[in-house]
């Protein structure tokens, strides 16, 4: 058993912050993709106030850019704007949170991975993806469909080879 404090204390210590990296692949021509690495830092902390372990994400991708295309065909046209240089960058935003209850007579440290392994999901990194929008140069956002397509996790933070 563990005091709901010392869960605070070891929860701040021991994961404050995880390393990983997310392959995204964005759309720059008609059935064309190309792929896009984002680094990033999973955050947890816990609010004993609503008794809530909360996870965000920090990130910053490669560059990613998109000239400007067009695809006619006899039922339909489809226009992808040109995306100029420009990286995908997120700031603590909120991705999972899990609700903990008191007192904690349960495996904590499993409670906290397995909510860390479900925040970095592809199931729950997308939906932040799918609200991503890059800007044009006269400052318009651009849909570029991104898509997650995979998510690796330094555990241990050491540098992951991708």
């Known amino acids: ?6 869960f605070f204390r070891k929860v701040q210590q021991h994961y404050r912050q995880v390393s990983f990296h997310v392959r995204l692949s964005y759309t720059i021509f008609h059935k064309k993709e190309k792929l896009l690495l984002a680094h990033g830092i999973l ?8 008794q809530l372990v909360e996870y965000r994400i920090s ?16 039922l339909f046209s489809t226009v992808y704007e ?5 990286s995908i960058k997120l700031t603590d935003v ?22 860390m392994s479900t925040a970095l999901s592809k199931s729950v990194l997308q939906p932040v993806f799918d609200k991503y ?30």
């Open 59 to 74: 990130l910053e991708s490669e560059v990613a850019s998109r000239p400007f295309s067009e695809k006619a065909s006899i």
């Open 133 to 162: 929008r890059f800007v044009n140069k006269q400052g318009q956002e651009i849909d570029a469909k991104l898509k997650v397509a995979a998510v690796m996790v330094d555990w241990y933070n050491k540098n992951i080879n991708s």
């Open 1 to 6: 058993m563990v005091d709901e404090f010392e």
């Open 94 to 115: 909120p991705v999972y949170q899990l609700r903990y209850s008191v007192p904690i007579v349960y495996d904590w440290q499993a409670f906290i991975i397995e909510g």
């Open 43 to 50: 955050r947890c902390r816990v609010e004993p106030h609503s």
């Open 82 to 86: 040109e995306i100029p240089q420009q």
